[in-house]
Structure formats: structure tokens, C-alpha cells
């Protein structure tokens, strides 16, 4: 009798290193074309090439007080006992440029954001200034550039406002708006369209019969994507059919920049995803020396990334967090791929399978002694709660079976501290 090969679930033999699966995905990235958005639109996206100051900002020197502008020699000794006297010429108001300039004796009222007429050097605030009848009193001086804000005193012409990699955030939206810059050359968000497989799923709206599944799956990932900066849509639930499943794709092929399916790429006769792209040699499936998550698949359908991740709720999590997140990041244009990660101690023995790398749900938080990691329950692939409970992933290395509590363990924080 022929001997039979007894798979050992927890052994890494013959599996693809995280790092290593990692790498093949991130190397066939590419950041998407940029374009160029409103910025409203640009909020968050990263500028594809560094914008210069076309003009000094501000472009006029203005006023920093109401007051009088004047000159400053004319009222160096001016004091409340002996002030200075001078003609009032005009108003300078807010948006308008002055007309006429300050000669001598002469003086210019002025509001607060108004342009500095020809002639004056400083402004006078209006507390030391007694106005009455087209003439003003100075009962104290100012010296020459007191409460004038200069033109360029932000940005001068020439300098770079915004460099090329930089994430456009409030303060860049502002200074790019202050300059002219109404549509800025950004790497854009991702369109991710997001497939769920399987004959026993069904939507959450739905009310389950015995053995039917809710499709926690989409909305696992539809939030994972839009956390992440990209623009995600649902495409629905596809039966274990092949030629169904590959039209839904192809269908999408215009309206979306990358996909994430979820099922159906693992080692069984019904899996869907392997059927319909492994003999088109557009979909890699390989099996990853990782715990949970160790069936994957990612090719590229007419250049668009696709991600095949397997069906399991808290597998999906992981495989977003370890491929697809750092990917999208790079699509993105962003500098840093990664998730932050901290060394923290863990309370509780974490046991996982010794050849395979694990990441383990953990909560984690600060302490005197430093940063500190409980596990959120149990290992199993399919324990969701165990992921809405927790704020990083332990990563606990292949080679080690036990992460023993008190030791020390790299965790990648997915939640701030205060969700």
C-alpha cells in the first residue's frame, strides 16, 4: 500500500518567507499617473512633483494695525506733550491698492490687512493717534518697518512651497491655495473593487438559513481600504462559477485600479479565483510561511493589481495589513509603506506554529515600564472578535513557537491608542 503524506499545518517546509512574499508583490507596484486634482480632491494624495512660488507671498507689504501710515523719520520725537502733525491724504482700505503716496507731512489711514502706500515706512497704531478735521497728531513715533508685515515675508518667489513626496494635509491645502495652486499634480487614491466568493455567502441584510455565512469579508475590507486613503466599492457576492466570477472582473476592468477578492485560492476544487486566472499565467498563487493567511494570490489583470486573499475573516485582516496595505501605500506614491511598529512585552505566553510567522491579535498599551501586549483570544483563523478587540498584530518570527510572557515582541500598530 502506497505510504500517504501527512501535511503538518504548523511546519514552514517548502513555504514562501513573509518578507520574500512581500517583496515579489511590492516590486510590481508602481505609483498610479498622476493627476492633476482639485484640492479638495488632492486632500491626503501625494504630490507628484514639487510646486515653486510663482510670486512673493504675500505679494505687497500690509498693514499690521488700523492706524496711519507715515513716515518714520517725521515722527521719531513724537511724544503725547510735543506731537507731530500731519496731513491726512488718504485711506488705505483692505483689497484695493492706495492711490496716491505719502510725501511729506503727510499721512495715509490704514486698516489692518490694507496695502502700504508709496511713500510711508511705518505705521502709527490708531491708540497714538489723535485724528480730527483731515489732519492727524502723533503723540508717539514708530519706527521705519513697525507693524508693516513685508511682501514675502512667508515665501519668496522662487522658493519651493510644496516638495515632490509630500502628503497634501491642511497646512499644505492652505499654503497651496494662498499661492494659485487650484489643482496640484498628485499620485490620485486607488479604485479597489472588492469580490467576495462562495456558494454559502450572502449579504449582511440577508437572514441566514443553517450553513449560510454573512459576507463580513467586503466590509472587512471596504473600511481597511478607506482607512488607508484609497476609494473602495463593493462589487457583490460571486458564486463558486468561473466564467461568472471572470465577468464580474473584466466588467470592472475600466472603473477600477486595483481588486481584492476574497475565497477561493487555496487548494480545493471549488476555488473559484485559481480556475479563472491561473491558466492565463495573470494570477500567482503561493503559499506563505504565515499564521493566519498562508494561501495568497497576487498578479496583475491588464496591469491592474490583484490581490487573492484567503476566505478566512481574521486571514483577510492580516493579508491586508502585511501585502496589501504596504502596496497601496506605494501605489499612493507614499514614502513610508509600513504600518509604525513598537517592541512591547507580552503579559501571556503567545504559542503559534514554530515554522511559520505569526501575527498575533494583541491590545497594547503604555506604561511606565514601556509599552505592554495582551492577546485578544485565540489563534483560529476565523475568530473576527479577536481583531475588533485588538490595536496591533504581535509579530512572532518563524522559528519561535512560544513568544513567553515577559518577553519582548515587534507588534504593528493598525489603531491609534484612542479608538
Request: hydrophobic fraction near 40%.
Amino acid at each position: 500500500m502506497a505510504s500517504q503524506h501527512v501535511h503538518d499545518h504548523d511546519s514552514g517546509e517548502g513555504l514562501l518567507p513573509v518578507d520574500e512574499a512581500r517583496e515579489r508583490v511590492l516590486e510590481r507596484i508602481k505609483p498610479l499617473q498622476p493627476l492633476e486634482l482639485p484640492l479638495t480632491e488632492a486632500y491626503g494624495c501625494v504630490l507628484a512633483r514639487g510646486l515653486t512660488a510663482e510670486r512673493d507671498i504675500p505679494d505687497f507689504a500690509s498693514s499690521a494695525m488700523d492706524g496711519f501710515a507715515v513716515r518714520s523719520s517725521e515722527v521719531a520725537d513724537a511724544t503725547p506733550s510735543s506731537p507731530v502733525e500731519l496731513r491726512v491724504v488718504g485711506r488705505a482700505m483692505i483689497g484695493e491698492r492706495p492711490e496716491g503716496t505719502v510725501g511729506g507731512g503727510e499721512a495715509f489711514s490704514i486698516a489692518t490687512g490694507a496695502p502700504v502706500p508709496a511713500g510711508a515706512d511705518t505705521i502709527v497704531p490708531i491708540e497714538n493717534c489723535e485724528p480730527r478735521d483731515g489732519v492727524v497728531r502723533i503723540i508717539a513715533g514708530s519706527p521705519e518697518g513697525k507693524h508693516v508685515r513685508p511682501s514675502g515675508e512667508d515665501v519668496r518667489a522662487g522658493e519651493t512651497l510644496v516638495q515632490a513626496g509630500r502628503r497634501l494635509q491642511a497646512p499644505e491645502l492652505g499654503l497651496l491655495a494662498t499661492a494659485g495652486f487650484s489643482h496640484p499634480p498628485v499620485h490620485p487614491r486607488p479604485r479597489v473593487v472588492i469580490l467576495s466568493t462562495g456558494d454559502e455567502l450572502i449579504p449582511p441584510s440577508k437572514t441566514a438559513e443553517y450553513g449560510q455565512v454573512h459576507d463580513s469579508n467586503a466590509y472587512t475590507l471596504f473600511a481597511a481600504l478607506r482607512e488607508a486613503g484609497a476609494v473602495p466599492r463593493i462589487a457583490g457576492i460571486v458564486r463558486d462559477d468561473v466564467d461568472a466570477f471572470k465577468e464580474l472582473v473584466l466588467s470592472n476592468l475600466t472603473q477600477a485600479d486595483a481588486f481584492i477578492s476574497s475565497g477561493g485560492v487555496s487548494v480545493g476544487e471549488r476555488d473559484v479565483v485559481k480556475s479563472a486566472f491561473f491558466r492565463r499565467g495573470e494570477v500567482d498563487f503561493f503559499r506563505v510561511a504565515m499564521q493566519p493567511g498562508m494561501p495568497q494570490g497576487f498578479g496583475q489583470i491588464e496591469s491592474k493589481p490583484y490581490f487573492g486573499l484567503p476566505g478566512n475573516p481574521v486571514s483577510v485582516f492580516v493579508s491586508f495589513e502585511v501585502f496589501v496595505r504596504p502596496a497601496l501605500m506605494k501605489m499612493m506614491g507614499r514614502r513610508q509603506l509600513f504600518r509604525p511598529e513598537v517592541s512591547a512585552t507580552v503579559e501571556e505566553d503567545i504559542t503559534g506554529p514554530a515554522g511559520k510567522t505569526q501575527f498575533a491579535r494583541v491590545r497594547v498599551r503604555r506604561t511606565k515600564g514601556g509599552w505592554v501586549a495582551t492577546p485578544t483570544g485565540g489563534r483560529g483563523s476565523n475568530l473576527i472578535a479577536t481583531v475588533a478587540k485588538a490595536n496591533g498584530l504581535a509579530v512572532v518570527p518563524s522559528g519561535t513557537q512560544t513568544a513567553v510572557a515577559g518577553s519582548s515582541v515587534k507588534v504593528m500598530l493598525f489603531r491609534s491608542m484612542e479608538d
